[in-house]
């Protein structure tokens, strides 16, 4: 069956600017992750999602970013006034269980360079 | 704050060599345990998780992880690595109420035909 996907593959854009990732999980995942990515790092958690609820928010790096999921299935990651720090592979990912051992199923992520 | 770590960023082998990652976890409470890996190309994929229980662990590809709660330790191991081992491996920790994942550095396994 079809996984995790993520649009754009890959964006470009200049510092300052606005821009949106996009995230379909998996058909029936009521759970969704965002995570971050940085060049030799592991990825690092930023939102969670239960529904359409954000159940923690604690990773968000500052009120720059934002994320939704209006119907409980795709979610867009929003973040606003661009820098060249968020530069980074965001990540999303899915899940069946609500808990903790449900398994994470992730998608090929979003490449993003702030120039 | 929760932390993982991982000792090697980066481990060159010959096939048929033995392997073992180090992973090292900060939190003295209940903890689940995962170890992920990314393939060239691919997704990041589950290859082992521990919750309870034995704490020996087997996951797909004949690896293997030891959960030793008072050395706070997860380490990843195969007996013998082929070339398609060559991935990305990433160690993981999970607490609390959520699935939110705390996730180790990384470690590049290459693997010499």
């Known amino acids: 069956g079809a996984g995790v996907s993520q649009t754009p593959s890959n964006k470009v854009t200049e510092k300052g600017k606005y821009v949106e990732l996009r995230c379909d999980p998996i058909s029936g995942h009521t759970a969704l992750y965002w995570y971050r990515q940085s060049l030799g790092q592991g990825p690092e958690f930023l939102i969670y999602f239960q529904g359409t609820g954000a159940a923690d928010d604690s990773g968000l790096p500052n009120d720059r970013f934002f994320a939704v999921r209006p119907e409980g299935s795709v979610s867009t990651l929003k973040i606003q006034r661009t820098e060249r720090g968020d530069s980074a592979v965001y990540l999303c990912a899915s899940s069946t269980a609500t808990g903790p051992r449900g398994e994470q199923y992730f998608g090929p992520g979003t490449r993003l360079t702030v120039t | 704050a929760q932390s993982v770590s991982q000792h090697n960023h980066h481990v060159i082998l010959s096939e048929a060599a033995s392997l073992e990652l180090g992973c090292n976890y900060s939190?003295?409470?209940?903890?689940?345990l995962f170890w992920y890996v990314q393939y060239p190309g691919q997704h990041l994929q589950l290859l082992l998780k521990y919750f309870s229980g034995d704490p020996l662990v087997k996951g797909i590809k004949g690896f293997e992880a030891e959960f030793i709660k008072s050395k706070f330790s997860f380490n990843l191991r195969k007996p013998s690595v082929q070339w398609s081992d060559t991935a990305e491996y990433f160690c993981?920790?999970?607490?609390?109420?959520?699935?939110?994942?705390?996730f180790g550095q990384g470690t590049t396994l290459q693997v010499k035909p």
């Open positions: 939190y003295g409470g209940t903890v689940n």
């Open positions: 993981a920790v999970n607490i609390g109420n959520t699935g939110k994942l705390i």
